[in-house]
């Protein structure tokens, strides 16, 4: 079955970096986006960036030029480098797949960003 699990987040300061991480399997991997979302306290859930099969890529304004998305075909992986955090970057986020019509979340990690 899909299965999406995320890791990597973490307490960070204002500035910092973290890096967070994608496992997917049951599915092959290379033909399929993949994105990242993010739930703040107190808001919806919003799309922060997406890899596309040809190796496109995609962000939210408020995250341009500090995070980066990235997919291993190999490994099926996609990573989210996040850089210049800060503290309204706090939220959970998650991975998530659309897989023949069925839309697939992880569980999401915590990134809280505070000093």
């Known amino acids: 079955q899909v299965q999406l699990v995320e890791s990597g987040g973490g307490l960070v300061q204002p500035g910092g970096s973290l890096r967070l991480s994608c496992e997917a399997s049951g599915f092959t991997f290379t033909q399929y986006a993949i994105a990242w979302h993010r739930q703040r306290p107190g808001k919806e859930r919003e799309l922060v960036a997406r890899?596309?099969?040809?190796?496109?890529?995609g962000y939210v304004d408020s995250v341009k030029g500090r995070f980066t998305i990235s997919r291993n075909n190999v490994e099926k992986v996609v990573y989210l480098q996040m850089n210049s955090l800060k503290p309204e970057d706090t939220a959970v986020y998650y991975c998530?797949?659309?897989?023949?019509?069925?839309?697939?979340w992880g569980q999401g990690t915590q990134v809280t960003v505070s000093s």
């Open positions: 998530q797949a659309l897989i023949d019509g069925v839309n697939y």
């Open positions: 890899t596309f099969i040809g190796g496109g890529t």
